[in-house]
DNA sequence: CTTGAAAAGAACTGCCT
DNA sequence: AGGCAGTTCTTTTCAAG
């Protein structure tokens, strides 16, 4: 699909906050309000909009801690791939699992209430895994999100 | 703030899709319209539900490769966290900026066209940065993001 | 491609239990 | 805290310029 200025400018309002209205789009960017509505519309139906997701903050719950994860496995194959993303997908703290290509097999995103639970979480869910070989840890301090390239 | 298993059960349903509607999670979950609107808004004021973001779709706008980099500085010290981070801030391949401790000093997220694409953003816009030392690469195969913990 | 109207539905408020 | 009833605002569709 082929985006305009205004459908990257939709895009970036949305990016910031996925709560605005269609009709205060409208308002901001000269649009009549059906015309701004349609035009979100198109870009769920391209799939570049493919949904509106939560913006929890792990702090206020009491998730003080955020690690990320490199890990290899020991033995590759199939079958521990599959093992490995069942087992770890099952661990509540792992926020996100990345198969990647590289020095590491997964890169993981996991959150603990404070680093003697990270601790726990490491040694008694993660490196109890029967395929993980080298694990490396990379705590967060802070994070800064941008909306990305739109086209 | 204190969560029970109602709140809990209205962030993971927001959590896959935060576009629901707080009737169609009152008629989920058995409560009134009013009530699981207030529940929300509680979540809101607390912080946890820190607002709600856009699921963007890199693949649909072109963007075919994403790839985790971890930096390590060659100096250190305040001046060149700083200089860096504006400077790394500006790449709009750049989609998050994780300050982190371990064996790098930032993780970031960048995507780009192609490989070939992403060779030139990590030639001529990354690795041209002075203060850049070591570089990590894992291009990413597949992802899962999962809601985490929820107290 | 746009406007304007209208129906449906969602958000928000006050009052009551 | 939870529910009911009502008001206001958005969303969504549609007819028409």
Same mark, same amino acid.
């Given at each position: 699909?082929?985006?305009?200025?205004?459908?990257?400018?939709? @895009?970036?309002?949305?990016?910031?906050?996925?709560? $605005?209205?269609?009709?205060?789009?409208?308002?901001?960017?000269?649009?009549?309000?059906?015309?701004?509505w349609r035009r $979100?519309?198109?870009?769920?139906?391209?799939?570049? @909009?493919?949904?509106?997701?939560? !913006? @929890?903050?792990?702090?206020?719950?009491?998730?003080?801690?955020? $690690?990320?994860?490199? %890990?290899?496995?020991?033995?590759?194959?199939?079958?521990?791939?599959?093992?490995?993303?069942? #087992? &770890?997908?099952?661990?509540?703290?792992?926020?996100?699992?990345?198969? %990647?290509?590289?020095?590491? !097999?997964?890169?993981?995103? $996991?959150?603990?209430?404070?680093?003697?639970?990270?601790?726990?979480?490491?040694?008694?869910? &993660?490196?109890?895994?029967? #395929?993980?070989?080298?694990?490396?840890?990379?705590?967060?301090?802070? *994070? *800064?999100?941008?909306?990305?390239?739109?086209?």
């Amino acid at each position: 699909m082929d985006l305009d200025d205004t459908d990257r400018a939709l @895009l970036r309002a949305l990016a910031q906050d996925a709560s $605005v209205s269609a009709g205060a789009l409208a308002r901001r960017f000269g649009l009549s309000q059906p015309t701004a509505w349609r035009r $979100v519309r198109r870009l769920e139906e391209a799939g570049i @909009l493919a949904g509106r997701r939560l !913006d @929890l903050d792990p702090a206020a719950l009491g998730f003080g801690v955020t $690690v990320f994860l490199g %890990v290899k496995l020991a033995a590759r194959g199939r079958v521990s791939l599959e093992d490995f993303e069942r #087992a &770890i997908t099952a661990i509540p703290e792992v926020q996100a699992v990345h198969h %990647v290509l590289g020095r590491y !097999d997964y890169r993981l995103r $996991v959150v603990a209430r404070d680093l003697s639970d990270f601790e726990r979480v490491l040694r008694r869910r &993660i490196m109890t895994l029967p #395929a993980v070989g080298e694990i490396e840890a990379n705590v967060l301090l802070s *994070e *800064e999100r941008r909306p990305g390239p739109l086209g």
